[in-house]
């Protein structure tokens, strides 16, 4: 069990377009998730973390306006990259933790890979 | 501020040999945890092994274990019988324990690890 997915696994989009990655825990509860950046060959960066039914905590340096966050249910939360620039372009993880697991338990999605043209 | 160093950008090994990745990191926290996780070419993050800071014994998983030295703020990883299947990139991360709710990691550079048969 404990498995993420997330979709789509990969998107092309315009310059100012808007793209919505959707994170999804497919066989348990996740009471918070979290969503990160990876750029080529580099580390992952944790940009946000959100929980069911309340507001996104982002890191510091990370537009909220820019990457909204949406955890609506107990088994999705997904991130909007609004008016994409080709600087966003990017691989976005998300992670998620299972309800009634602490949090150093995190099951990791396949990733998106975001390329804003 | 918390920090994980990875000296190694790229190591290989051949099969069947043994490799030690390294990794430091930097904090004020006596409590916490370490972790390795692996991300092969697929790009799905998996969980290696984790170390929290209060026990003194190393942890192990098969071929994977570790030399966590607190002292000198050091969390190596050594794979024994090294596997085609190990070829991936490799990440040292911490997670204050005070964090364990929030879930936040540290992620190191990463090394990329390659099992030549």
């Known amino acids: 069990g404990a498995v993420v997915s997330q979709h789509p696994s990969w998107v092309i989009c315009k310059s100012g377009t808007s793209v919505k990655i959707e994170c999804r825990s497919l066989d348990f509860q996740a009471t918070t998730m979290f969503w990160y950046r990876q750029f080529p060959k580099q580390s992952l960066m944790l940009m946000a973390t959100?929980?069911?039914?309340?507001?996104?905590?982002?890191e510091q340096g990370v537009e909220k306006d820019k990457f909204l966050i949406n955890h609506a249910s107990l088994t999705l939360s997904t991130l909007t990259v609004t008016s994409a620039h080709p600087e966003d372009s990017s691989f976005y993880i998300c992670?998620?933790?299972?309800?009634?697991?602490?949090?150093?338990?995190?099951?990791f999605g396949p990733g998106t890979r975001l390329l804003v043209l | 501020a918390q920090t994980v160093t990875q000296s190694q950008p790229e190591m290989s090994v051949q099969e069947a040999e043994t490799v030690t990745l390294s990794c430091t990191y930097d904090t004020s926290e006596n409590n916490y945890y370490l972790f390795w996780y692996k991300q092969p070419p697929s790009r799905q993050m998996i969980l290696v092994i984790r170390?929290?800071?209060?026990?003194?014994q190393n942890a192990t998983e098969n071929r994977f274990s570790v030399n966590f030295q607190k002292a000198a703020k050091s969390f190596s990883l050594k794979i024994s019988d090294s596997q085609l299947g190990d070829t991936a990139m490799y990440f040292c991360?911490?997670?204050?324990?005070?964090?364990?709710?929030?879930?936040?990691?540290?992620f190191g550079q990463g090394t990329t690890l390659q099992v030549k048969p």
């Open positions: 992670s998620a933790r299972r309800a009634g697991q602490g949090a150093k338990t995190q099951y």
């Open positions: 170390q929290e800071a209060y026990k003194q």
């Open positions: 991360a911490f997670m204050k324990q005070t964090d364990s709710n929030t879930g936040k990691l540290i």
């Open positions: 959100s929980n069911e039914g309340s507001k996104a905590t982002y």
